[in-house]
């Protein structure tokens, strides 16, 4: 074990990659696990768009989660904007994905764009695997957000790709605007950390 690693576990810290589309909600969605509460109760500051411009980084204790679990998430959120002449994952690729743990792969339900480009989000992501190194592969996550507007995608369509996709380990249907479909993806991040604590 390095001593990246070694730190990590010592302190109980998980750094996880937050990727997709532009305005599918990845910004508030770290709002809103930081905060424990939606949007809704947050209020209307917390409403207003904030576009990633290239990266930004989030630190949130277990203990927000679930009050007796230990140790530090580390978010990194990367714009989601893939036509930027200077890009997180793709040019600082070692950086961004130095001692990732986790992919969350996130996409809005009322746009099926989002959903079509996460096959750009993953090759990226995969190709900045390569370059960096990683001595252990990250795990992947699917989140649909915004599941509060109209539906325009396909259930059994998400289904098949987490079916063709070993690397995906888990599938949240969110609204980070209600809090509908947090509790879940909570739950399952804490399971995720404590994991990690036990792992050689």
């Not at 809103?32 to 411009?53: P, W």
């Not at 600082?92 to 009322?110: H, I, N, P, R």
């Not at 699917?142 to 599941?147: Q, S």
């Not at 396909?154 to 980070?176: M, Q, R, T, W």
């Amino acid at each position: 074990m390095d001593i990246v690693e070694y730190i990590k576990k010592k302190r109980s810290l998980t750094k996880i990659l937050v990727v997709g589309s532009g305005a599918v909600g990845k910004t508030s969605l770290l709002k809103v696990l930081s905060a424990d509460k939606s949007l809704t109760d947050l209020g209307d500051q917390f409403l207003e768009y904030h576009r990633t411009h290239f990266l930004e980084l989030e630190s949130i204790s277990a203990s927000t989660l679930d009050e007796t679990s230990k140790g530090t998430f580390y978010f990194y959120d990367v714009a989601g904007q893939l036509d930027l002449s200077i890009h997180a994952l793709r040019d600082t690729a070692s950086t961004v994905m130095g001692s990732v743990d986790l992919v969350m792969l996130v996409f809005a339900s009322d746009n099926p764009q989002s959903f079509l480009e996460l096959n750009k989000w993953f090759s990226l992501v995969e190709s900045a695997i390569k370059k960096s190194k990683l001595k252990k592969r990250p795990g992947f996550i699917l989140i649909k957000n915004k599941i509060d507007l109209p539906q325009t995608l396909d259930e059994s369509l998400i289904k098949e790709v987490i079916n063709s996709s070993p690397h995906i380990k888990g599938y949240f249907a969110i609204s980070c605007l209600t809090g509908e479909g947090l509790d879940g993806l909570k739950s399952w991040l804490i399971t995720f950390i404590k994991e990690a604590a036990t792992r050689e």
